[in-house]
C-alpha cells in the first residue's frame, strides 16, 4: 500500500492551493482518508479527514472555512483544497488513510495505517 502526496510549493499569503492524495496497492472507498501537517519544530498535528468513505468531512478549528477535503473514490484519492492561506499554514502535509478507524479517534496520529511521503507548503507573508 502506497499513498503519495502531491500539489505542495512556495505561495504568498491569501492564495490558495490544492493538494492531491492517491493510494494504491488497495481499495481506499470506504476508509477514512486524512490530513495532517508538521511545521519546523513542532508534532505533527490533525488538518482534515473525510470519514469513512466521505461520509463526513472534519477539520482543525484552524482551518475550519478555508480548507476543503474532498475525496474521488473511484481513483483513491483525496483531495485538500486549501484557501485563504496564512503563513502559520507554512508545514509538511501528510496524507494517511484509516481502516477501521471511529470518529473519536479522527486526530489521533495512531488511528491511520498508511501515511504518505508529505508535501510541503510554505505560504511567505
Known amino acids: 500500500v502506497q499513498l503519495q502526496a502531491f500539489g505542495g510549493g512556495l505561495v504568498q499569503a491569501g492564495d490558495s492551493l490544492r493538494l492531491s492524495c492517491e493510494a494504491s496497492?488497495?481499495?481506499?472507498?470506504?476508509?477514512?482518508m486524512a490530513w495532517f501537517r508538521q511545521a519546523p519544530g513542532k508534532e505533527r498535528e490533525f488538518v482534515a479527514a473525510s470519514f469513512r468513505g466521505g461520509s463526513s468531512a472534519h477539520y482543525a478549528s484552524s482551518v475550519k472555512g478555508r480548507f476543503t477535503v474532498s475525496r474521488e473514490n473511484a481513483k483513491n484519492t483525496v483531495i485538500l483544497q486549501m484557501t485563504s492561506l496564512k503563513p502559520e499554514d507554512t508545514a509538511v502535509y501528510y496524507c494517511?488513510?484509516?481502516?477501521?478507524?471511529?470518529?473519536?479517534?479522527?486526530?489521533?496520529?495512531?488511528?491511520?495505517?498508511?501515511w504518505g511521503q508529505g508535501t510541503e507548503v510554505t505560504v511567505s507573508s
Open positions: 496497492g488497495g481499495t481506499f472507498s470506504r476508509d477514512t
Open positions: 494517511a488513510a484509516g481502516r477501521r478507524l471511529i470518529l473519536s479517534t479522527i486526530g489521533s496520529l495512531n488511528a491511520y495505517d498508511y
